[in-house]
């Protein structure tokens, strides 16, 4: 285990693995076990097509990282700049759950219970404090924002490809066949925009915490 991090980023970096990995770990198990293993490959693809699926298998890889990885990912973890933008990638994951989507519907065992509120609510939390508490502050500048939207843009242009092939969508908001490409435009931009008002607070907090 990597000894140059402290007892806290410990604690909060297998708090989000733990969380993440039970979450999506659960899911991708239930996929795999009710599917014929000619079918895992498909399962797979369609599980992290999800922005929740994949954004929490960002954060495992960087938890995962950070308390036991060598070399150039590692290292790329590292980057204060890279955490904040997996935090703030989990975070929105969490948001867009409860104040979007609407939160949990149709929860009827304790398994979907556990699912939802590690991947859905525990790992956002998780993520935002371990940004707050355990990501080194004072390294950000105006360009990160910017530069973290690459990933939730290039998810979009994704799903505008993937979408017409298999001709459903996993959220609304990109589901050009209820909303047309006007509709979809238009929820992008929304959430473009409360994105980079996400990120312009992490910034902002970022350069008062290290003064």
Same mark, same amino acid.
Request: contains cysteine; aromatic residues 18%.
């Given at each position: 285990m990597n000894q140059d991090i402290t007892k806290e980023q410990r604690f909060w970096l297998w708090a989000i693995l733990i969380s993440s990995t039970t979450g999506v770990g659960i899911w991708y198990y239930l996929r795999l076990s009710s599917s014929p293993v000619r079918g895992w490959l498909t399962e797979t693809i369609e599980m992290f097509s999800y922005f929740t699926n994949l954004s929490n298998l960002i954060v495992i890889v960087m938890a995962a990282s950070l308390l036991f990885g060598r070399g150039r990912l590692r290292q790329w973890f590292s980057s204060p700049a890279v955490q904040a933008a997996c935090c703030l990638y989990v975070a929105f994951v969490g948001l867009g759950f409860w104040f979007l989507l609407g939160g949990p519907d149709q929860l009827v065992t304790v398994i979907d219970w556990l699912t939802e &509120?590690?991947?859905?609510?525990?790992? $956002?939390?998780?993520?935002? =404090?371990?940004?707050?508490?355990?990501?080194?502050?004072?390294? !950000?500048?105006?360009?990160?924002?910017? &530069?973290?939207?690459?990933? $939730?843009?290039?998810? !979009?242009?994704?799903?505008?490809?993937?979408?017409?092939? =298999?001709?459903?969508? $996993?959220?609304?908001? =990109?589901? =050009?066949?209820?909303?047309?490409?006007?509709?979809?435009a238009t929820w992008s931009g929304v959430l473009v925009v409360a994105f980079l008002i996400l990120g312009g607070l992490m910034l902002l907090w970022d350069r008062r915490s290290s003064t």
């Amino acid at each position: 285990m990597n000894q140059d991090i402290t007892k806290e980023q410990r604690f909060w970096l297998w708090a989000i693995l733990i969380s993440s990995t039970t979450g999506v770990g659960i899911w991708y198990y239930l996929r795999l076990s009710s599917s014929p293993v000619r079918g895992w490959l498909t399962e797979t693809i369609e599980m992290f097509s999800y922005f929740t699926n994949l954004s929490n298998l960002i954060v495992i890889v960087m938890a995962a990282s950070l308390l036991f990885g060598r070399g150039r990912l590692r290292q790329w973890f590292s980057s204060p700049a890279v955490q904040a933008a997996c935090c703030l990638y989990v975070a929105f994951v969490g948001l867009g759950f409860w104040f979007l989507l609407g939160g949990p519907d149709q929860l009827v065992t304790v398994i979907d219970w556990l699912t939802e &509120m590690t991947a859905h609510t525990l790992s $956002p939390i998780l993520g935002f =404090v371990y940004w707050l508490r355990g990501v080194p502050k004072g390294q !950000l500048t105006w360009r990160h924002p910017f &530069m973290w939207l690459s990933y $939730p843009i290039g998810y !979009l242009v994704y799903w505008l490809f993937r979408g017409p092939i =298999v001709g459903e969508y $996993p959220y609304f908001f =990109v589901d =050009v066949n209820e909303l047309g490409y006007g509709g979809v435009a238009t929820w992008s931009g929304v959430l473009v925009v409360a994105f980079l008002i996400l990120g312009g607070l992490m910034l902002l907090w970022d350069r008062r915490s290290s003064t």
